[in-house]
């Protein structure tokens, strides 16, 4: 035993009755001493961690879900009022956007008439209701599309139907001229257009350029009974003139004679007579006066021609 203690006092272990040796060492430059049961084995003492949760008072689980739904009422409160009852949805401003204006003051006068809209709620605005009265007011216009600009701000996109005819009208107390868009529409006045046809209308009384000078219909017929004799003749149309009251179109050719035609009948059939009868009449090179293909007769062929 004496010699244990005698070897363990040499390692600098010191010896205890009893107990395993226990070693006491001074570390240099160091004023802790480590110690530790058996010559290779140290202890040190563990740092307790300490985390921001702890930190923080525990709140009851009833006063979170409490604090939730007090939230979201309040989320939702605010959105209703934001959207039903501040100004901030309120109608300010009417815009018109359109590519190309043929009517002056046109955009002017649809701002006009929507200021009706002007402080409602743009989120309610109902846009088939907006469309609807454009349309009833300006039948001009052929398409209209509705848009919201947030946050106060109305926009108007429309497109108006195409230009297409000169007109002369041709009455008893005034000739006056203008340009009509393909539905009948006076879009200009007092000035015509080189690159449109050009169709005289002889009258009674003037032509009413607020509403549709010429029907639709009629005037498909007309500049489609111009295009379908140049096409099937080769022979350029000069001008179209059309009677309102005789309900007759004349096509003047550009050899100076005119084509009669009856504009209840359709003009192709009538055309196909003219057709016809190139074998025995040359339109191209004999001095013709008119040529009219209104009556029928019991073959449904004859025409009736004058030459100068």
Not at 83 to 100: L, M, R
Not at 185 to 213: C, H, Q, R
Not at 233 to 261: D, N, P
């Amino acid at each position: 035993m004496f010699n244990k203690r005698k070897l363990a006092t040499k390692k600098g272990f010191k010896y205890q009755y009893g107990k395993s040796p226990v070693l006491h060492r001074t570390i240099k430059n160091s004023k802790k001493t480590l110690r530790t049961n058996g010559p290779t084995s140290f202890h040190t003492r563990k740092r307790k961690r300490i985390s921001l949760s702890s930190l923080v008072p525990k709140i009851p689980n009833k006063l979170k879900r409490l604090s939730i739904i007090l939230g979201i009422l309040i989320i939702i409160f605010s959105t209703i009022y934001l959207i039903g009852f501040s100004n901030v949805f309120n109608i300010e401003n009417i815009e018109v956007s359109t590519d190309q204006i043929t009517t002056e003051s046109l955009s002017g006068n649809i701002v006009d008439d929507l200021r009706i809209y002007k402080g409602k709620n743009l989120l309610f605005i109902n846009k088939t209701e907006i469309i609807e009265r454009i349309q009833s007011s300006y039948p001009e216009i052929e398409n209209i599309e509705v848009s919201k600009d947030l946050f106060s701000t109305l926009v108007i996109s429309f497109s108006e139907y195409p230009p297409i005819a000169n007109i002369t009208n041709v009455s008893n107390e005034t000739n006056k001229k203008f340009i009509v868009n393909s539905i009948g529409y006076v879009v200009k006045e007092d000035i015509d257009d080189p690159e449109l046809p050009y169709i005289k209308v002889v009258s009674d009384a003037p032509l009413n350029t607020d509403s549709t000078v010429i029907d639709q219909e009629k005037i498909e017929y007309i500049l489609g009974s111009k295009y379908y004799f140049e096409e099937k003749f080769g022979m350029q149309v000069i001008e179209v003139e059309y009677k309102m009251i005789s309900r007759e179109v004349h096509l003047r050719t550009e050899k100076y004679f005119y084509i009669w035609l009856d504009i209840q009948k359709p003009y192709e059939q009538q055309l196909k007579k003219l057709k016809k009868a190139l074998v025995k009449l040359d339109i191209y090179n004999e001095e013709l006066s008119y040529i009219d293909l209104r009556i029928t007769g019991e073959s449904g062929e004859k025409i009736i021609y004058k030459r100068r």
